[in-house]
């Protein structure tokens, strides 16, 4: 993984907050790791 700079990193915690909120259990019956690549593709 490449590094990211502070404002993607920001940007990117933009992103994602809700979905950890909201998408909490889809985030757990499906793993983590499959759920982000699956974002990026």
Same mark, same amino acid.
């Given at each position: 993984? =490449?590094?990211?700079? =502070?404002?993607? /990193?920001?940007?990117? %915690? /933009? ?5 950890? +909120?909201? %998408?909490? =259990?889809? +985030?757990?019956?499906? %793993? ?5 690549? =699956?974002?990026?593709?």
């Amino acid at each position: 993984m =490449k590094n990211l700079s =502070k404002k993607e /990193v920001l940007f990117i %915690g /933009v992103q994602w907050h809700p979905e950890f +909120l909201l %998408g909490h =259990k889809q +985030l757990a019956d499906q %793993g983590l790791f499959d759920y982000f690549v =699956k974002s990026f593709k």
